[in-house]
DNA sequence: GCGTTAAGAGACGATGTGGTCTCTTAATCG
DNA sequence: CGATTAAGAGACCACATCGTCTCTTAACGC
């Protein structure tokens, strides 16, 4: 580790780079409130000065790492085959849990209701990619016939993702492929392919006071 | 909150109960690294010596808090309606996460990883009785054709439960009561009242080896 | 090349916290 | 009603960690 063959002085944005992923991998071993200056210091192989001459403190050094230091979403577009293209997002997904942005995201769910600012740039740069991704992908699949075109702009939608994560949070990474095929094919798909069952506001504009089904008065 | 007997000094269960409370309470509000005996003691309002007379630290007092101080969970049984019945389950999942239990399992399931014994118990406390209630009561329900009988004892029965928790985790409490008839009706019923869209083996059981699908390979 | 900048490594004092111990006194028991 | 147990409060020291600072030297600009 400390050849001195291998070990170039690294500056600027390849540093950067390998600051954030040690971040990244120390929120995940140790949570959020175990994330030290001097352990992603010696995590990314560099002192404590380069950290402390970038940010101040380690909630300002994490929240950048949310905002540059996860991987981008990519999203492929539709092939013609919906079944297809949604298994291999939401598998997309299943990785991106099983590497330590995963157990990060663990470790930054846990802290959002003291850093409220952590949860929207979780959204922002985790959530609403993926959601685009998708959306888009089915908007295809509907004009193609293989979905049902009301069913896209719902939160039926997202269903695949949520259950993913939360599967990840209770049980851990990695999650076994035939999970994932269950929940595509007998919760997502059915779903998606037949009509709601209802009439009645189902966009992500509701309108509450005209509940589809009549309201049971809470206890 | 305590003042029936102002000053008083509590001693045994009644003690036990508030300490237990008091863990509750600072694992919401701090996290489980943020928990300290400190705290705990002058939340409960006692002292440091009879936490530590009781266990040997912070680590054996929480698990110790999620075998027994958790709210326990009511099973009611079938009314004849299933759909008011699964309301009654979920409104009641939804009201435990608004309460300081709700803020606990958060900071908990960010260090399951860490502690599996912590997850076993969540698991064994929270999880556990609130399925095998659901499932009681879809038995009785299938057996009255409300819903389709082979839903009963697949993953679908918890889906409410999971899309519940997650929405917790990711936008805090409470729950806005329409979130919870969304989920029940367009989810959660749609999918118990249909027959499983393929034939084959859809029980807890499953056999990998002759998936429903063709397995599409990984990349 | 030569000078400037900043990386890598770690020493250092200040600070906060963890677990133990003491002491008084309320609650409980015989 | 006296004896015993343990609650409530906090002092106390050991220890870990935080953020600063220093020092050497590799990387980069001209």
Redesign the interface.
Known sequence: MTGTEGRSRRRGDRLLAQIYAATLTELADH????VTMAGVAARAGTGKGPLYRRWPGKDALIADTVRHGLPATSSPGYSGDV??DL??LL?QLADGLASPGG?AM??L??????RPEL?SAL?EKV?EPRGQALRALLREAAAAGEIHPAAVE???AD?GH??L???F??E?APIP??II??IL???L???LR?E???PGP?SPS?D?ST???P??P??
Chains 1, 2 share one sequence.
Do not use: Q, S
């Open positions: 949570g959020y409130a175990g079944r297809a298994l291999g598998r157990g663990r470790a769910l846990g802290e959002t209701h003291r949860m959204r959530f719902t939160h039926l269903l949520r259950l994560m939360f599967r949070l209770t851990g492929d035939h095929i269950e094919d007998d919760v798909l059915p779903l037949a709601p069952h209802v189902w509701k509450p509940p589809a089904h309201d049971t809470r206890p």
